[in-house]
């Protein structure tokens, strides 16, 4: 019985065991009726775990578009025709300002966000350095977590930043490597690995996750978070597809709310300790359910605007936040 079977996973999670594969493709695959039962068992662990916390953070894109990869999600690509906004990188000064802009709206992390294959020597990284030793000094940014995504960056670059006071990475596999090859062909699978495993062999907090709807099956989405549990990743930011015209997955409709909360709970159960945090597409995908994202075990939402779409309005989802009984995390809070 279903019941049975939450049961028996609770208490494996709570006496430190993991969830395996084919537990988690059982829980995945469970009929959406059951979606109450699944949130009764991920409220228990993400509280146990968790607490009453929220995670908030903002993004800046720093870099827009002119993206030589091809991931077929990506309304940045130079692959497809879309009508994105494009442009070098910012300068320090606007990066910064973001940053201060993120922090009065609540956000307790800030991610420097730019498009492109990776960051390489050159101009981007004087300027990168800059921003985050500019951010670092600003009184008004004491507590605002330092993030970059950056793509495939080297680790030479990688440690000049961390040097310069970055604290969190940021890099996402997309999807599990057995279906990244219908999503992406200019780059392997194991490139993306290679950076997660440098940017914490250099000690960076280590935020990584995917995006959902792409057509992958609900196997692989088990196959991405025993992946990400395997790498022992500090943060997963789930993203659900919103799709864009131009790309080709611009007709694609694959989810449902009931679909997404069975993700997101899905990660809660098969990593209870780690940070889940539900970023973009999540007001397209869950409409009036995202307050239950909470419930399905997130202890973390991105607030703001996203890459290239615009997001929830600060005040609506601090005020969600509020009437559930849940508070921002401080910087003095975070839990790794």
Known sequence: ?????????????????????????????LPDNRIFDILASTEKIRSHFK??????????????????EDCSFCSQSSFYNTDVKTYPMLNSKSIIDAAINAAKNGAREFSIVTSGTGIDHGKDVDILVDAINGMKENAALASLERCASLGITKRDVLLKLKDAG???????????????PNICTTHD???????????????????????FGLGESREQRVELAATLRELDIDSIPINFLNPRAGTPLEKANYLSPIECLKIIALYRFMLPKKDIVICGGRQVNL???????????????????????TGMPVEDDLNMIKDLGLKPRGRANKKT
């Open 189 to 211: 699978y194991e490139d993306d690995v290679k950076v997660i495993r440098t940017a914490k062999e250099l000690g960076f907090y280590v935020c990584c996750g995917g995006v």
């Open 1 to 29: 019985m279903p019941q049975e079977f939450l049961l028996d996973l609770e208490k494996k999670v709570f006496a430190g065991q993991d969830i395996s594969y084919e537990d988690g493709c059982r829980l995945i695959n």
């Open 166 to 180: 970055l604290e969190s990475y940021h890099h996402n596999l997309e999807t599990a490597r057995s279906f990244f």
């Open 51 to 68: 607490g009453a916390e929220v995670n908030l953070c903002s993004i800046v894109n720093a870099k827009s578009g002119l993206c030589q």
């Open 287 to 309: 409409r009036d359910m995202q307050c239950l994202i909470f419930a399905a075990g997130a202890n973390g939402m991105m607030i703001g605007n996203y890459l290239t779409t």
